[in-house]
């Protein structure tokens, strides 16, 4: 078997749809938010099963006006995980509050409320954990430990669109909820995020503060920032969107040929309150020391891959500010590898991929 072109690291689907969705925009004259982005906010809602949705332009900027609108800053302190990607914790700088560094679940890859709750204080105002590769984090147990100690709790979902928990989607549990719509996500916008909640206060000011906190005609009722997305942006989420259970059924059957075949490499473990593993990333656990040689390998024979972002106290900027130790992050982070994973990636590529990683010599 053997290949002309370069298989993509998160290859998209973008069709005739899609484009028709931009012309039909580019046409109507009404480019910037607007009609087809409210139209999307009612669509989110309706699939994910939250009262309100928020539209914003991307991912990070829902998570900072998450954390504004429940008027988290200075003098606090917020909960997330260090493996994450910077967003996560830039968004808590951001707004003047303070990140507090816990560890994850070696197996899941996801942070749990046993590391959370040794690090809450008097200072603790919320928990940020992360839906690491798409799959969610155990919510009951998260909403349990919230309502015992009065935080806020912001899931950070921006990998896990379609994840369902205890058969329910994630985003439907009424606490506020932020996905992303970047290009590699499993609806890829090209960019994008949104907040889903129950809570219409919260809903209400986030949409104010997405828009400088102008609430009409330049009437500015909060503080707030340009968030603002396009409808051009919305317009290709809403197309994607109608096409999320065919994708999500795509990746599911990739997942399983990547499981199948390579059933001698770890993979990510997934507990069985997780009802549908959305698969925004496929990642293998490599052989201790091993990674950067498959890698490269890979690479090499036209296969694009990513070692996964490092550990936000490992990276060059953060590492200055957070010290502690977090060994079941440094040791996920030295194993894994995210292999091709898109809704364009072909079955023939990924057992080209396959193919490729049987020819590899540790």
Not at 32 to 53: F, H, M, N, R, V
Not at 129 to 141: E, N
Request: glycine letters at 6%; one cysteine or more; hydrophobic letters at 40%.
């Amino acid at each position: 078997m053997g290949r002309i072109n370069k298989i993509s690291w998160a290859e998209p689907s973008i069709e005739q749809e899609e484009f028709t969705a931009i012309n039909k925009v580019m046409n109507s004259r009404w480019l910037t938010q607007g009609p087809i982005t409210q139209k999307l906010e009612k669509k989110i809602s309706q699939i994910i099963g939250s009262k309100y949705a928020v539209i914003t332009n991307n991912g990070t900027s829902s998570l900072i006006c998450s954390l504004m609108a429940h008027e988290i800053g200075p003098g606090d302190e917020v909960i997330v995980p260090s493996f994450t990607f910077v967003a996560t914790v830039n968004s808590i700088i951001s707004v003047g509050a303070k990140p507090v560094l816990v560890d994850c679940d070696p197996k899941t890859f996801n942070t749990n409320v046993d590391f959370v709750r040794k690090k809450i204080t008097k200072k603790t105002k919320a928990i940020m954990p992360v839906d690491v590769a798409g799959m969610p984090i155990d919510i009951d147990k998260f909403k349990e430990l919230c309502k015992e100690k009065n935080l806020i709790l912001i899931q950070d979902s921006a990998e896990s669109i379609g994840a369902k928990y205890k058969k329910k989607n994630v985003g439907s549990f009424g606490h506020s909820t932020v996905f992303s719509f970047h290009m590699a996500k499993v609806v890829a916008g090209i960019e994008g995020g949104c907040i889903v909640t129950d809570d219409y206060e919260i809903a209400q000011k986030a949409k104010l503060i997405r828009s400088h906190g102008d609430a009409n005609q330049y009437d500015h009722k909060v503080f707030g920032l340009n968030f603002r997305i396009s409808d051009l942006h919305s317009a290709i989420i809403l197309q994607q969107l109608q096409k999320m259970g065919k994708f999500l059924k795509h990746r599911h059957t990739i997942s399983k040929i990547y499981k199948t075949e390579l059933n001698n490499f770890e993979f990510q473990e997934i507990p069985q309150y997780v009802s549908r593993h959305p698969f925004m990333l496929f990642a293998i656990l490599t052989p201790k020391k091993t990674r950067e040689n498959l890698n490269q390998f890979l690479n090499k024979n036209g296969i694009e891959t990513r070692i996964c972002w490092p550990p936000v106290h490992k990276q060059s900027f953060h590492s200055q500010i957070f010290k502690g130790k977090f060994p079941n992050s440094d040791e996920i982070f030295s194993k894994v590898l995210n292999l091709p994973m898109g809704n364009g990636l072909t079955e023939e590529n990924a057992m080209y991929v396959i193919e490729i990683i049987k020819k590899w010599k540790t």
